[in-house]
């Protein structure tokens, strides 16, 4: 199960999260920053994730990255950055869920703040 703060990702991003539960749950967060457009997806229940950034004018993603099995997100506020961390499979590996407060081992980061970028983090 993804576990993810439905709260922070409204105050992160300002727009409220598309949600279809014809396949699961499906969730969808699009976010624009000038010519620069995010789509970030996922499964509630699989924990698949899909990260798409488009510029202005481009049919085809600038960046295309997914996770399988991730699970969960936190948003991160730090010197300055805001962000969503996204854990890759395997990231938390305590048996119990994930508590989205610690830091998980890898994964993408999708930065709001200062400016809209996706980077992998860990080993």
Do not use: C
């Amino acid at each position: 199960m993804f576990a993810w703060d439905e709260t922070a990702f409204l105050e992160l991003f300002g727009v409220v999260p598309r949600v279809d539960t014809s396949e699961g749950i499906d969730v969808l967060v699009a976010h624009a920053q000038g010519s620069v457009k995010l789509q970030l997806g996922f499964n509630a229940l699989t924990g698949d994730v899909r990260v798409q950034v488009f510029a202005a004018g481009q049919g085809e993603p600038l960046f295309d990255g997914r996770l399988a099995s991730s699970p969960g997100a936190r948003v991160v506020r730090n010197a300055g950055a805001e962000f969503v961390e996204i854990g890759g499979a395997g990231s938390w590996p305590h048996a119990r869920g994930y508590d989205m407060q610690q830091p998980l081992e890898h994964g993408l980061r999708v930065y709001v703040s200062p400016a809209l970028m996706v980077n992998t983090f860990g080993p």
